[in-house]
Protein backbone atom coordinates (compact mmCIF):
# COMPACT_ATOMS: atom_id res chain seq x y z
CA UNK A 1 0.00 0.00 0.00
CA UNK A 2 1.12 3.37 -1.09
CA UNK A 3 1.64 5.86 1.82
CA UNK A 4 0.26 9.12 1.94
CA UNK A 5 3.42 11.04 1.04
CA UNK A 6 4.06 9.02 -2.18
CA UNK A 7 0.81 9.73 -3.11
CA UNK A 8 1.09 13.73 -2.07
CA UNK A 9 4.68 13.78 -4.22
CA UNK A 10 3.38 11.46 -7.36
CA UNK A 11 0.28 13.76 -7.58
CA UNK A 12 2.39 17.20 -7.27
CA UNK A 13 4.87 16.15 -9.70
CA UNK A 14 2.01 14.64 -12.27
CA UNK A 15 0.26 17.51 -11.87
CA UNK A 16 3.25 20.27 -12.65
CA UNK A 17 3.89 17.70 -15.65
CA UNK A 18 0.45 18.18 -16.63
CA UNK A 19 1.04 21.89 -17.06
CA UNK A 20 0.09 23.60 -14.02
CA UNK A 21 2.38 25.73 -12.12
CA UNK A 22 4.31 24.03 -8.76
CA UNK A 23 2.02 25.71 -6.37
CA UNK A 24 -1.07 24.78 -7.83
CA UNK A 25 0.70 21.42 -8.36
CA UNK A 26 1.06 21.55 -4.69
CA UNK A 27 -2.16 21.79 -3.87
CA UNK A 28 -3.43 19.16 -5.91
CA UNK A 29 -0.79 17.00 -4.11
CA UNK A 30 -2.62 17.83 -0.84
CA UNK A 31 -5.83 17.53 -2.26
CA UNK A 32 -5.46 13.83 -3.09
CA UNK A 33 -3.77 13.07 -0.31
CA UNK A 34 -6.88 14.16 1.72
CA UNK A 35 -8.98 11.95 -0.68
CA UNK A 36 -7.15 8.75 -0.26
CA UNK A 37 -7.20 9.04 3.47
CA UNK A 38 -11.00 10.10 3.41
CA UNK A 39 -11.31 6.54 1.60
CA UNK A 40 -12.56 8.43 -1.76
CA UNK A 41 -10.64 7.62 -5.48
CA UNK A 42 -8.06 10.69 -6.02
CA UNK A 43 -5.42 8.64 -7.41
CA UNK A 44 -7.78 7.38 -10.26
CA UNK A 45 -9.87 10.10 -10.95
CA UNK A 46 -6.79 12.80 -11.16
CA UNK A 47 -5.07 9.54 -13.75
CA UNK A 48 -8.01 9.92 -15.75
CA UNK A 49 -8.45 13.43 -15.65
CA UNK A 50 -4.87 14.35 -16.77
CA UNK A 51 -5.38 12.06 -19.80
CA UNK A 52 -8.48 13.72 -20.98
CA UNK A 53 -6.37 16.84 -20.76
CA UNK A 54 -4.10 15.97 -23.33
CA UNK A 55 -7.12 15.74 -25.83
CA UNK A 56 -9.45 18.27 -24.50
CA UNK A 57 -9.30 21.91 -23.41
CA UNK A 58 -11.16 22.39 -20.08
CA UNK A 59 -13.48 25.99 -19.13
CA UNK A 60 -11.08 28.26 -16.38
CA UNK A 61 -14.03 29.54 -14.11
CA UNK A 62 -12.14 32.28 -12.24
CA UNK A 63 -14.50 34.61 -10.54
CA UNK A 64 -17.41 32.34 -8.75
CA UNK A 65 -21.03 33.44 -7.77
CA UNK A 66 -24.13 32.16 -6.58
CA UNK A 67 -24.85 30.63 -10.14
CA UNK A 68 -22.02 29.37 -12.41
CA UNK A 69 -22.74 28.20 -15.86
CA UNK A 70 -20.57 26.73 -18.15
CA UNK A 71 -20.09 28.74 -21.57
CA UNK A 72 -18.20 26.70 -23.78
CA UNK A 73 -17.27 23.19 -22.45
CA UNK A 74 -16.71 21.34 -19.43
CA UNK A 75 -15.44 22.99 -16.08
CA UNK A 76 -11.98 22.40 -15.09
CA UNK A 77 -12.08 20.69 -11.41
CA UNK A 78 -9.18 21.91 -10.39
CA UNK A 79 -8.70 25.85 -11.64
CA UNK A 80 -12.57 26.06 -9.65
CA UNK A 81 -11.12 24.58 -6.73
CA UNK A 82 -8.19 27.10 -6.29
CA UNK A 83 -10.12 29.75 -7.14
CA UNK A 84 -13.07 28.45 -4.33
CA UNK A 85 -10.46 28.24 -1.79
CA UNK A 86 -8.75 31.79 -2.25
CA UNK A 87 -12.28 33.38 -2.49
CA UNK A 88 -13.94 31.50 0.50
CA UNK A 89 -13.90 34.83 2.67
CA UNK A 90 -16.68 36.27 0.73
CA UNK A 91 -18.36 33.02 -0.79
CA UNK A 92 -19.09 32.36 2.84
CA UNK A 93 -21.81 35.07 3.29
CA UNK A 94 -23.85 33.08 0.24
CA UNK A 95 -25.97 30.30 1.44
CA UNK A 96 -25.18 28.13 -1.69
CA UNK A 97 -23.44 28.23 -4.64
CA UNK A 98 -24.44 26.41 -7.80
CA UNK A 99 -22.17 25.24 -10.67
CA UNK A 100 -22.62 23.48 -14.26
CA UNK A 101 -20.51 21.12 -15.61
CA UNK A 102 -17.55 20.44 -13.24
CA UNK A 103 -15.68 17.41 -14.97
CA UNK A 104 -14.26 14.88 -12.51
CA UNK A 105 -15.54 16.58 -9.72
CA UNK A 106 -14.10 14.62 -6.89
CA UNK A 107 -11.16 16.32 -7.79
CA UNK A 108 -13.14 19.95 -6.43
CA UNK A 109 -14.16 18.18 -3.48
CA UNK A 110 -10.78 18.15 -1.37
CA UNK A 111 -10.23 22.19 -1.88
CA UNK A 112 -13.79 22.49 -0.68
CA UNK A 113 -12.97 20.57 2.65
CA UNK A 114 -10.14 23.06 2.76
CA UNK A 115 -12.57 25.81 2.87
CA UNK A 116 -14.72 24.39 5.39
CA UNK A 117 -12.07 24.53 7.57
CA UNK A 118 -11.00 27.73 7.13
CA UNK A 119 -14.35 29.32 7.68
CA UNK A 120 -15.12 27.00 10.57
CA UNK A 121 -18.60 25.80 8.67
CA UNK A 122 -19.58 22.75 7.53
CA UNK A 123 -20.59 22.57 3.51
CA UNK A 124 -23.32 19.92 2.11
CA UNK A 125 -22.29 19.38 -1.06
CA UNK A 126 -24.18 17.44 -4.03
CA UNK A 127 -22.83 16.17 -7.31
CA UNK A 128 -26.10 15.61 -9.00
CA UNK A 129 -27.39 12.52 -6.90
CA UNK A 130 -24.11 12.05 -4.60
CA UNK A 131 -24.25 13.86 -1.28
CA UNK A 132 -21.20 14.91 0.83
CA UNK A 133 -20.51 16.31 4.36
CA UNK A 134 -17.84 18.17 4.66
CA UNK A 135 -16.87 18.80 8.53
CA UNK A 136 -13.94 20.98 8.98
CA UNK A 137 -11.35 18.73 6.79
CA UNK A 138 -11.38 16.37 9.23
CA UNK A 139 -13.80 13.32 7.62
CA UNK A 140 -16.17 14.10 4.69
CA UNK A 141 -19.91 12.19 5.24
CA UNK A 142 -21.20 10.59 1.80
CA UNK A 143 -23.61 7.95 0.14
CA UNK A 144 -21.22 7.83 -2.30
CA UNK A 145 -19.15 4.44 -1.72
CA UNK A 146 -17.72 3.25 -4.80
CA UNK A 147 -14.43 3.35 -5.87
CA UNK A 148 -15.39 4.62 -9.08
CA UNK A 149 -14.46 7.79 -11.55
CA UNK A 150 -16.72 10.05 -11.86
CA UNK A 151 -16.12 12.06 -15.36
CA UNK A 152 -18.94 15.19 -14.72
CA UNK A 153 -21.45 16.24 -12.58
CA UNK A 154 -23.83 17.89 -14.68
CA UNK A 155 -25.19 20.20 -11.67
CA UNK A 156 -23.33 20.74 -8.34
CA UNK A 157 -24.18 22.80 -5.38
CA UNK A 158 -22.34 23.65 -2.14
CA UNK A 159 -24.39 24.81 0.96
CA UNK A 160 -22.76 26.69 3.98
CA UNK A 161 -24.33 25.17 7.22
CA UNK A 162 -24.24 27.58 10.21
CA UNK A 163 -22.65 26.22 13.34
CA UNK A 164 -25.66 24.98 15.60
CA UNK A 165 -25.81 22.98 18.59
CA UNK A 166 -27.42 19.37 18.09
CA UNK A 167 -28.91 18.78 21.57
CA UNK A 168 -31.46 20.72 23.31
CA UNK A 169 -31.18 23.33 26.15
CA UNK A 170 -32.89 20.73 28.51
CA UNK A 171 -30.39 17.96 27.89
CA UNK A 172 -27.54 20.34 28.11
CA UNK A 173 -28.60 21.41 31.12
CA UNK A 174 -30.05 17.89 32.39
CA UNK A 175 -25.80 16.66 31.63
CA UNK A 176 -24.31 19.70 33.24
CA UNK A 177 -26.35 18.81 36.20
CA UNK A 178 -24.85 15.42 36.48
CA UNK A 179 -21.55 16.40 35.68
CA UNK A 180 -21.86 18.76 39.25
CA UNK A 181 -21.85 15.45 40.98
CA UNK A 182 -17.16 15.37 40.35
CA UNK A 183 -17.21 18.65 42.19
CA UNK A 184 -15.48 18.90 45.36
CA UNK A 185 -16.36 21.17 48.14
CA UNK A 186 -13.77 23.47 49.32
CA UNK A 187 -12.59 21.78 52.62
CA UNK A 188 -10.22 23.53 55.33
CA UNK A 189 -7.53 21.22 54.42
CA UNK A 190 -7.96 22.54 50.44
CA UNK A 191 -8.01 26.30 51.54
CA UNK A 192 -4.43 26.08 53.35
CA UNK A 193 -3.09 24.22 50.28
CA UNK A 194 -4.16 26.74 48.02
CA UNK A 195 -2.14 29.39 46.26
CA UNK A 196 0.25 31.61 48.52
CA UNK A 197 -0.01 28.69 51.66
CA UNK A 198 3.21 27.08 52.72
CA UNK A 199 5.19 30.49 51.95
CA UNK A 200 7.61 32.17 54.40
CA UNK A 201 8.57 35.97 54.42
CA UNK A 202 12.23 36.17 54.47
CA UNK A 203 12.42 39.92 54.33
Not at 85 to 103: R, S
Not at 105 to 111: D, K, Q, R, T, V
Not at 142 to 160: D, M, R, T, Y
Request: glycine share 4%; net charge neutral.
Amino acid sequence: MRSLSEIETVSKRASRASGFSWGVAEEVGKNIKILEMFGLPGIKNLNEYYKKKKQMKFENLNLINVDNKSVKSKVCPITVGINFLDQIKTLEVLNEINFEKIAYPLLFLPFLSRSSEIIGKRLFVKFDDKEFLLNFNNNIYSNFLKIEIIELAQNVSVKFINNTDLFTENEWHELYRLSENTFVEESDSLKKAGAGAGLTDND
